[in-house]
């Protein structure tokens, strides 16, 4: 039993990557606008869809339509922006998490009106692959989404600290009104940091189309785990969104292994109850995060 | 009248009481709960489980599933109060998952994803009838009594003390209001009503399975109609329920599923950003010109 453990662990960690994806655009988005994108898995659903198709009808392999799917998302998120957030960025929390919501709604069940409720999946050459290691297994799809997790967590982190778009965005989240009255353009930072969380949930699908089902419904079932490891690194924290997904990655698969199948889910969902209960600002959250530089 | 439109008549009561008893929640309090689903799911296993696998009377389900889904309720939302705005929001989503993957997989007593169903056997005692208009009156007095509690409340101690904390909770505090005390206590009225909406449900369905009352599109829907009829009104549900119900049958048989919630969530949206204190809100804001 403890013979396989650190295989057990390498697959947690590469899963942990994949789960690190998922919820970067999340507490990007939460970080900079104090709002939680529902809708946030919708987007990496329609970016899964854009893959599939791609995929499907011109034959052009998922990780390359990203340079398509991911701009084209992006522009979405610019448009979303512009009609729904923004309008409701000052709004009661009620009123923003049914906007976000209701967006969700509309977007899934389009899918679902175009493209039927049918599983779909892309079979590419690495679908099945993976390398050995040291005597482990590492599955090429999960590498991939690893990698592509920590560059983007690293891009991020980087282009927050070290530049002067990054300093602007500190700043503005830290005050907006004194950052206005710096010179800072509130209203267009708002708006390229929503599209730009909407653009890493774009990246994230075109990831996850070779090792996932794409259908209708598949953002929900992804974004319920991406909100549990968000909560748990602290909602707005780019790295806290790195090491909660390993650590949810991690859990998960040595549940799945020594206890059961179905108890999986449940894990991440005790884990993310336990976080609540013990620290509801999360591993790298501030206090009151819900209100600062809003008021 | 004929059975479709008494059929209308009933799901109408219905949504208007579990609508109204989300609102009590969220439009007064504040909670804007994702997770209604899980309180109208254990309601309605609890009559269904206990009449179809142990032989009990609905009755007993009644109030062995007001007492279960309240119980719940506390031991569940007393750590997501420590959560403000989305957070609540979020944590709530979690339950009816939680509730569903068990409903799937205690087979022995839910039968799992086949579904449970109720044997028919009119009667007061199982509280099941040969006419659709008993199933009416029901639905038409539950509702009747979420508005009552709605209002009672609304009037009350207990709905300024609500308000209070939704509007500002360090203040609420610092005036002597404990917000923990008064959000439990709400928390226990919605779920408690909540049960007795799927106390009904099952009784008049007469079949359950998991994903047709746990599911979230349930949650969204209840809220969706206190949000179209004026969230933090007491009419508002009523008022939300009697404009989307009969148009939700309407449009699920003329459009059927996709489109039908493609609808949803275009009001959903439209509602929040065109008319956000609803049909009751707008009209009373008008009124008082």
């Not at chain 1, 004194?178 to 930072?189: E, H, I, P, Q």
Request: overall charge positive; hydrophobic content about 55%; some cysteine.
């Amino acid at each position: 039993m403890l013979a396989i453990l650190p295989q057990l662990l390498v697959s947690g960690v590469l899963i942990g990557g994949v789960y690190a994806l998922l919820s970067i655009g999340l507490t990007l988005i939460f970080g900079v606008l104090r709002v939680v994108n529902f809708a946030q898995g919708e987007f990496i659903m329609l970016a899964m869809f854009g893959a599939f198709w791609a995929n499907a009808l011109l034959g052009i392999d998922p990780y390359l339509s990203a340079i398509v799917v991911v701009p084209a998302i992006f522009m979405l998120g610019l448009l979303v922006e512009r009609f729904v957030i923004q309008r409701i960025l000052f709004a009661a929390h009620s009123m923003q998490i049914f906007a976000t919501f209701g967006l969700s709604v509309l977007l899934q069940n389009l899918a679902l009106t175009l493209w039927g409720p049918d599983y779909r999946s892309v079979t590419t050459a690495y679908t099945s692959l993976s390398y050995s290691f040291l005597g482990l297994s590492l599955s090429a799809t999960s590498l991939f989404a690893f990698i592509a997790a920590i560059v983007m967590a690293a891009g991020l982190i980087g282009f927050l600290h070290f530049t002067r778009g990054g300093m602007a965005l500190r700043a503005m989240v830290q005050n907006r009104y004194a950052a206005s009255l710096m010179g800072v353009d509130t209203k267009r930072l708002n708006r390229l940091a929503f599209a730009c969380g909407v653009a890493c949930a774009a990246v994230c699908g075109c990831i996850l189309t070779p090792m996932y089902y794409t259908f209708p419904t598949v953002g929900v079932d992804l974004i319920i785990t991406g909100f549990v490891v968000v909560v748990l690194g602290g909602m707005g924290s780019v790295a806290g969104a790195v090491v909660g997904g390993l650590i949810i990655g991690i859990a998960q698969t040595l549940t799945g292994f020594y206890l059961s199948v179905e108890f999986k889910d449940v894990v991440a969902l005790l884990l993310f109850i336990v976080i609540l209960l013990v620290r509801p600002q999360g591993l790298f959250g501030r206090k009151g995060a819900e209100d600062l530089g809003m008021k | 009248m004929n059975d479709y439109y008494l059929n209308i008549i009933v799901m109408t009561c219905l949504w208007a009481a579990l609508s109204g008893a989300w609102n009590l929640m969220a439009g007064y309090g504040g909670l804007v709960s994702l997770g209604q689903s899980a309180f109208f799911g254990i309601g309605a296993y609890a009559t269904a489980v206990l009449y179809a696998t142990y032989g009990f009377s609905p009755w007993v389900g009644l109030v062995a599933g007001v007492v279960l889904t309240t119980s719940t309720a506390v031991l569940i939302s007393w750590p997501c109060f420590r959560l403000r705005g989305a957070f609540f929001s979020l944590a709530t989503m979690v339950f009816p998952i939680v509730t569903e993957i068990i409903a799937n997989n205690w087979t022995d007593v839910t039968r799992g994803f086949t579904g449970i169903a109720m044997n028919f056997k009119p009667g007061i005692e199982n509280f099941m009838f040969q006419s659709r208009w008993a199933y009416v009156a029901a639905a038409f007095l539950l509702m009747l009594l979420v508005y009552g509690v709605t209002r009672w409340i609304h009037r009350g101690r207990l709905g300024l003390y609500l308000i209070a904390v939704r509007d500002d909770q360090d203040a609420a505090e610092s005036m002597g209001v404990e917000p923990v005390r008064v959000k439990l206590l709400i928390t226990m009225i919605s779920a408690a009503l909540t049960s007795l909406g799927g106390f009904l449900y099952a009784q008049y369905i007469l079949f359950l399975d998991p994903p047709s009352v746990f599911s979230i599109n349930i949650s969204v829907q209840i809220a969706l109609f206190s949000l179209i009829g004026g969230l933090g009104t007491p009419l508002g549900p009523i008022v939300g329920s009697l404009i989307m119900t009969p148009l939700d049958g309407l449009l699920s048989t003329v459009l059927g599923g996709g489109p039908r919630l493609l609808i949803y969530g275009a009001v959903l949206l439209g509602v929040v950003l065109l008319a956000p204190q609803g049909v009751v809100g707008t009209l009373q804001a008008r009124w008082r010109k």
